[in-house]
């Protein structure tokens, strides 16, 4: 649902490169996979993915671009994944534990350009009577997602309402595994039959995405606190909060988004942030904007009769809690044997966040990187797997795999990013070197990488009007003519305010 986020300013790409090379690289640890020339080639396989959002499609589409027979099993009635809009909360259980498996909210935008936002072959231009904006709804983001799994036929390799039971080794000694899955048929409520099924495959994709599981902090008087408490993932409408004093806790996007949502029917809305002087100058010019907007420190603790107490002391009577607080990785299907694990959000050991070592290459994930431009890293990391399958790529030893994977995660702690952000990557050479290293993947074009840094930073200055309020420089006015996305040297404000 994210892409990079990055230092302030426009101009200073090279200083961001440099400032972030720590983060998200042991870049030159990328191990090698072997060149084509010694690959050998194996007969196709029999591929099942879990998961049909934007991860497992497109996963879908490389794997068969390499001959393989696919099978998609989704546990939604649609594809889209994340994208797939439910106006239902999770309302037996507002945390967001367990339930309705989209985080949308109704008003949610892109946060990067649509010209950025696409598949390497099918540009994201609009469609007739769509949302043109160039930063469009989520809606049409999902129509996209379905257009692409149109244009390559992809639906019938998808079985919908399909869920994962269990995914696990068959110990034959052949490296295949076993998948039993439950298919709802009938009645949409559930209520219909459930067919459960076992099959044997060859390799197995791991494509369900990082924002299925909410993730909660640890606040005093959580678990006696009667009034409301919600996850953002279950947020979708403002409305129920109409007149009440809501507390948000996090203000990464999603928080600001909702926050911003609410101040137009809530009494207050106050927001809740582990340091006042680390917020990017977006939140301030917000709360300077909105006389019911309200910056606050951590929270101290939640009490019984609603009161909600701040870290400086301050103390609020609030209606609700909402905790815009992110998500944990979870693959309650998968059975490894303890060979892959999840540890404060860390899924490991994976070599390069695809393959783990002991098991493969018939089983990787695609998708757990976080902070990536989507769906063109995702893209990436399913062409590399479907050709390392079909044998046109080969990976380094077991043993070199496993050095890889500490190396890289020695040089992420020791450039002091925490081990929950292993899988956050914020750095768009990186990305590039990964896709030409892995699977000759081309590389970003300048002009996209300058548009993509220049959204970030006008989002961090001013996350209220960034997506209607813009300015290219010359090289990305070129390079949006060249794609066809501007008429001419003539276009003007309003031809530029739909991309």
Same mark, same amino acid.
């Given at each position: 649902m994210w892409a990079p986020a990055t230092p302030p300013a426009a101009h200073e790409t090279e200083t961001r490169r440099g400032s972030w090379a720590g983060h998200a690289r042991a870049r030159c640890s990328l191990t090698t996979c072997v060149c084509r020339s010694s690959a050998i080639e194996m007969a196709p396989k029999k591929v099942c993915v879990v998961g049909a959002g934007v991860s497992g499609l497109v996963s879908a589409r490389e794997l068969r671009r390499e001959g393989h027979d696919v099978t998609v099993m989704e546990q939604s009635g649609g594809v889209g994944g994340q994208w797939l809009y439910d106006p239902r909360a999770d309302a037996g259980d507002p945390l967001g534990l367990a339930g309705v498996h989209s985080a949308i909210y109704a008003s949610l935008r892109l946060i990067l350009p649509r010209m950025a936002m696409s598949f390497s072959d099918l540009p994201f231009y609009p469609r007739d009577g769509g949302d043109a904006r160039r930063y469009p709804g989520h809606g049409e983001f999902l129509r996209y997602v379905r257009d692409y799994c149109d244009?390559?036929?992809?639906? /019938?390799?998808?079985?919908?309402? @399909?869920?994962?039971?269990?995914? &696990?080794? @068959?110990?034959?000694?052949?490296?295949? #595994?076993?998948?039993?899955?439950?298919?709802?048929?009938?009645? /949409?409520d559930g209520a219909g039959e459930a067919v459960v099924n076992e099959e044997v495959f060859d390799?197995?994709?791991? &494509?369900?995405?990082?924002? &299925?599981?909410?993730?909660?902090?640890?606040?005093?008087?959580?678990? *006696?606190?009667?009034?409301?408490?919600? %996850?953002? %993932?279950?947020?979708?409408?403002? /409305?129920?909060?109409?007149d009440e004093v809501v507390v948000i806790v996090g203000c990464k996007e999603s928080g600001k988004d909702i926050a911003l949502d609410l101040s137009n029917v809530a009494k207050e809305v106050r927001i809740s942030v582990k340091s006042v002087d680390d917020v990017f100058a977006a939140v301030p010019k917000a709360v300077s904007r909105h006389g019911n907007l309200h910056l606050h420190g951590q929270i101290d603790s939640l009490c019984e009769d609603g009161t909600v107490v701040f870290a400086d002391g301050t103390r609020v009577v609030a209606d609700a809690v909402i905790y815009c607080t992110g998500y944990t990785y979870s693959f309650a299907f998968l059975d490894t044997g303890g060979a892959v694990t999840v540890d404060d959000n860390r899924v490991g050991p994976l070599h390069e966040h695809t393959f783990p070592p002991a098991l493969a290459p018939s089983l990787s994930f695609v998708g757990v990187p976080r902070k990536v431009i989507v769906p063109r890293f995702y893209e990436v990391q399913a062409? #590399?797997?479907?050709? =390392?399958?079909?044998?046109?790529? @080969?990976?380094?030893? =077991?043993?070199?795999?496993?050095?890889? =994977?500490?190396?890289?995660?020695? &040089?992420?702690?020791?450039?002091?990013?925490? *081990?929950? %952000? @292993?899988? =956050?990557?914020? /750095?768009?050479?990186?990305?590039?070197?990964?896709?030409? *290293? %892995?699977c000759g993947f081309p590389r970003l074009p300048e002009w996209k990488k300058e548009l993509v840094w220049s959204s970030i930073h006008n989002m961090r200055d001013d996350h209220e009007m960034f997506r209607d309020n813009y300015h290219d420089s010359e090289l990305v006015r070129e390079g949006l003519r060249s794609q066809g996305w501007l008429a001419g040297p003539e276009d003007n404000v309003q031809d530029r305010i739909k991309v």
């Open positions: 244009k390559f036929g992809l639906m /019938d390799a998808v079985r919908l309402n @399909t869920k994962a039971l269990r995914v &696990a080794p @068959t110990g034959d000694g052949e490296s295949r #595994w076993l998948v039993r899955s439950c298919t709802q048929r009938g009645e /949409d390799a197995v994709v791991v &494509a369900v995405g990082p924002y &299925a599981q909410p993730r909660l902090p640890n606040i005093n008087g959580m678990e *006696k606190w009667k009034r409301r408490q919600l %996850h953002s %993932h279950s947020y979708r409408v403002p /409305d129920s909060f109409r062409r #590399w797997v479907a050709q =390392v399958l079909s044998g046109r790529r @080969t990976l380094p030893p =077991v043993e070199e795999m496993l050095r890889s =994977v500490e190396e890289y995660n020695r &040089a992420r702690e020791m450039a002091g990013v925490p *081990k929950s %952000h @292993t899988h =956050v990557i914020f /750095d768009l050479e990186y990305c590039d070197e990964f896709g030409e *290293k %892995h």
